[in-house]
């Protein structure tokens, strides 16, 4: 007869490299589908593969298998994890991990690495969210294991911050309010604002970002109308890059916040834009449905026409406009 109790799976287990693994699995917790003693376990050990199941990386840069979760209920689990990389060479690798119980239930599961002559970079960027949409975009970017740049506003869930942050992508900033009338209106009033989104962001992540894009762009004409012919955005450059920050511009519009109003259209403006060999610095909107929903398609073209998709940091190219105001 078969007890049903709740067992916790505390057989979580992370593999960085390459060999043979023994996985020890703690008992007396909770059940769930315990098997007594003397019948047999039918459970098959669960594989989670970390990173995404197709990762690409540009030849000659350094690879590390990112790993995976094995679970598995009752008894030791095996795990193997077979095959190799060589990002010295463009070519297509297979890593293959085997997780077996001791009543021998096997499950695998496999991930290709694919090793490419980068034909471009692109920095997929989100303004304007945390919303509604940016739960399931970062379930693409998972699928993909493709890591992007949210600039984030105070409008949004503070939650989806710490999600962005733990699933690897760059969190940066937007302002709190995305209100033009306010924070362009002073630099003290746009410093205040700022901050107030920085502070929201650091609560949630634990790190101070000092990546930022302006609304509108530096090279905005909006704020002439809120700024008393002070010509804030040439003080804002300034005053941003002495305060330690790199502010973002773009130069691949999605215009997902101008004429653009489906997927198809998006997914044609950005692929008909993207930079060949050079950096794509793109701009969407992750409080865009339409926008979100041409994600999967934006990324399936950049890995088939092979781009590398990358976040942005300090060092990277910051696609800045000219300042006109
Ligand atoms: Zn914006």
Redesign the pocket.
């Known amino acids: 007869m078969r007890v049903l109790y709740l067992r916790q799976l505390l057989s979580t287990f992370l593999v960085s490299t390459f060999g043979l693994y023994l996985v020890f699995l703690f008992s007396n917790v909770y059940f769930f589908n315990y098997t007594p003693a003397g019948e047999p376990d039918n459970f098959a050990p669960v594989i989670e593969i970390i990173g995404g199941d197709i990762i690409t990386v540009a030849v000659g840069t350094d690879y590390e298998d990112p790993g995976v979760d094995a679970y598995d209920i009752g008894g030791d689990m095996e795990l193997v994890v077979d095959g190799s990389v060589d990002p010295k060479t463009v070519g297509e690798y297979e890593v293959k991990y085997t997780a077996k119980d001791s009543s021998n239930n096997i499950t695998e599961a496999i991930r290709k690495v694919h090793v490419i002559q980068p034909a471009g970079t692109i920095y997929l960027t989100f ?2 969210g945390p919303s509604e949409h940016t739960g399931r975009l970062l379930d693409v970017l998972k699928k993909y294991g493709v890591k992007v740049t949210f ?1 984030v ?1 105070g409008r949004g869930d503070d939650n989806y911050f710490k999600r962005e942050f733990e699933e690897g992508h760059t969190v940066a900033l ?2 709190n309010t ?1 209100n033009y009338a306010y924070v362009y209106s002073s630099v003290d009033n746009y410093f205040a604002d700022l901050n107030t989104i920085s502070n929201r962001v650091k609560a949630k992540t634990g790190e101070d970002s000092k990546l930022i ?1 302006f ?2 762009g530096s090279s905005n004409l909006v704020s002439r109308r809120y700024d008393g012919r002070s010509r804030i955005m040439t003080r804002l450059v300034n005053e941003v890059t002495k305060r330690g920050y790199t502010y973002f511009d773009w130069n691949v519009d999605s215009n997902d ?1 101008g004429g653009a109003k489906t997927a198809d259209e998006v997914f044609n403006n950005v692929t008909s834009r993207l930079v060949l060999g050079g950096n794509s610095v793109v701009l969407q ?1 992750d409080v865009k449905g339409f926008s979100v929903d041409a994600v999967e398609r934006i990324i399936q073209y950049g890995i088939e026409h092979n781009f590398i998709f990358k976040k942005l940091d300090a060092s990277s190219f910051t696609a800045h406009h000219g300042v006109n105001n």
Request: glycine fraction near 8%; avoid cysteine; proline fraction near 8%.
């Open positions: 303004d304007d600039f506003t937007h302002t995305h894009r609304p509108g916040a909107h």
